[in-house]
């Protein structure tokens, strides 16, 4: 069964761990494709106004399914505050600049659509953040929101037994998916397909709190469109030995390539 097969993977990728086994044994780093910028540079601004073009035909993808807790906060993370001047929070600032954008660059009543991935955790006060507030100006219409499913069991050792709920002994504690639901999720709920089928050329994934993020947009956009790309990330240069995951391209000897975060 699937859960049967849940557990045999954990615990074979639990006694790796444990043994200190590298899972990229026999896959050799290098830099991906990509392009490094300056601010300020003619090359910056070249291939920002690439991107300035192509703003108008993005559709917005945020993942928000997770809680505060980490950060001593009690409630959705889209209500916290981006500063402290206006304590303007992350929906309401993230939702004005797709709106901003959607003024200067979409075409003529053309709407720029957010789709927004929620959890059991985050779904009903993300939807009463928006309701409270009318969508903060943005029409219902533009709005989707998915949801991740509840999770999977959770473990509390390296034998992969499973966590169980602390008030109800029947039930197993479930652990939240990754962001990478989204991709299946927009999928399965058929916002990307239809998102085409509205002359949305463009995705752009954005987390729930990284309002920086928005001031690359138009140079990302302008790198995939010169370069191609169908998938593009935006990153800073990490240093040697630093805790932060990198992107890298992975090659194995059988030339097989790969490129993704490898965490740290």
Known sequence: SNLTGYINNAK??????KSGVNPLMGWKPSVPQGMNFEIGTTDYETTEKIGVEQLGKCGFVLTAGGLGERLGYGSIKLKLP????????YLQFYIETILSIQKKYAAPGHKLP??????????????SLLAKNKNFGMDDDQITIVQQGEGVPALVDNDAHFALDTVDRYKLQLKPHGHGDIHALIHSNGVAKKWLKDGIKWTVFFQDTNGLAFHTIALALGVSSKMGLIMNSVCCPRRAKQAIGG?????????EERTINVEY
Not at 12 to 17: N, V
Not at 82 to 89: F, G, I, K, N, R
Not at 114 to 127: A, H
Request: hydrophobic letters at 35%; proline letters at 0%; a negative charge.
């Open 82 to 89: 981006t500063e402290l001047a206006t304590e303007t929070c």
């Open 114 to 127: 957010l789709c927004i991935m929620v959890s059991g955790d985050t779904n009903k006060k993300t939807i």
């Open 12 to 17: 074979d990728l639990l006694a790796k761990s």
């Open 247 to 255: 992107i890298a391209k992975l090659t194995n000897e059988d030339g």
